[in-house]
């Protein structure tokens, strides 16, 4: 399974940015990130129904995540410096229609990762 994530940029804080990351099925997915010097953490998933999705308390109410059978994306508003990370899409195989997964461990496909570098 290859998962290609995009989007990623320098922006000023308060701006905008898409993610996308495309599968080669209907997996369950969701995003990750990691900061500079800090451990990986979730951001935001989604299941394969697109009716069930889990955000990070850091980003309710700014991050907006979306998908299709085979695309997931990420929409994030209202930016600031902490979002400085590079973004990891995951997927992962064999889950239930609306199930969610917001740990890191149950994920077994990766992408590359994308930088997001926001400035003040």
């Known amino acids: 399974v290859q998962l290609q994530a995009s989007g990623g940029g320098l922006v000023q804080s308060g701006d905008s940015l898409k993610l996308s990351c495309r599968a080669s099925n209907d997996y369950v997915m969701g995003w990750f990130r990691q900061a500079p010097g800090k451990e990986r953490e979730f951001v935001a998933a989604?299941?394969?129904?697109?009716?069930n999705l889990k955000y990070a308390d850091s980003v309710k109410g700014r991050f907006t995540i979306s998908r299709t059978r085979t695309t997931m994306y990420l929409e994030m508003n209202t930016l600031v410096p902490e979002d400085t990370a590079l973004y990891f899409c995951?997927?992962?195989?064999?889950?239930?229609?609306?199930?969610?997964?917001?740990?890191?461990?149950?994920?077994?496909?990766w992408g590359q990762g994308t930088l997001v570098t926001v400035s003040s």
């Open positions: 989604v299941s394969r129904s697109g009716r």
């Open positions: 995951a997927a992962d195989s064999g889950a239930r229609w609306d199930e969610v997964k917001k740990e890191d461990t149950r994920y077994f496909y």
